[in-house]
């Protein structure tokens, strides 16, 4: 007589990943929804940019706020709100119901969120600035270091964001132990 096969089978190596190190895997998930979010809110803008609001690209703001930020005319203005806008949208939805799996309070995570993305916008803008300033000063130009100062103020970001996602924006509901239920009772 043969001996019954054992039925379980042994987790795969992305499985034990995924197992073992759940804050990494997380943050590599969250790094994949902000991407992939990225690539919309970049789509929406360029073809907003190009088709809808291309003739209000002449059209001049001078606001020193949002000149900052790099907005300098009312079809830039137009355009980065509305794919910003989805793009954040995006990934709010996308982090919240795949990555951290949320299940607190969504009109104050999304009130939580709002701020973070006001807060990220502005010092993205500062951050920017600053390094085009620091590497024109210093003769770093051209196309290879547009692109590493580019990157750079993109990464920076993941500093705050990350953990305002994890710990602050999309919590899960609190739930009592046994213990303190039984000293309820």
């Not at 998930?29 to 088709?51: A, D, P, R, Y």
């Not at 024109?136 to 051209?142: D, E, S, V």
């Amino acid at each position: 007589m043969q001996a019954p096969e054992n039925t379980t089978k042994k987790p795969n190596a992305f499985r034990r990943f995924t197992e073992n190190h759940p804050e990494v895997w997380k943050f590599i998930k969250f790094s994949i929804m902000g991407g992939s979010s990225s690539v919309i809110e970049l789509i929406v803008h360029m073809l907003f940019l190009n088709t809808v609001f291309a003739a209000l690209t002449s059209v001049a703001i001078t606001n020193p706020t949002l000149n900052m930020i790099g907005i300098t005319s009312k079809g830039y203005l137009y355009t980065y709100l509305i794919s910003t806008t989805v793009g954040y949208a995006i990934a709010f939805v996308l982090n919240r119901k795949i990555t951290f799996k949320a299940d607190a309070n969504p009109a104050l995570s999304m009130v939580l969120y709002i701020l973070m993305v006001i807060f990220t916008i502005f010092a993205n803008g500062w951050i920017g600035s600053a390094m085009t300033t620091f590497a024109q000063a210093h003769a770093l130009t051209g196309n290879l270091w547009d692109l590493i100062i580019k990157i750079i103020g993109m990464l920076i970001p993941s500093i705050w964001t990350y953990p305002c996602n994890r710990f602050i924006i999309h919590r899960h509901k609190k739930t009592e132990s046994p213990e303190s239920e039984a000293k309820d009772a």
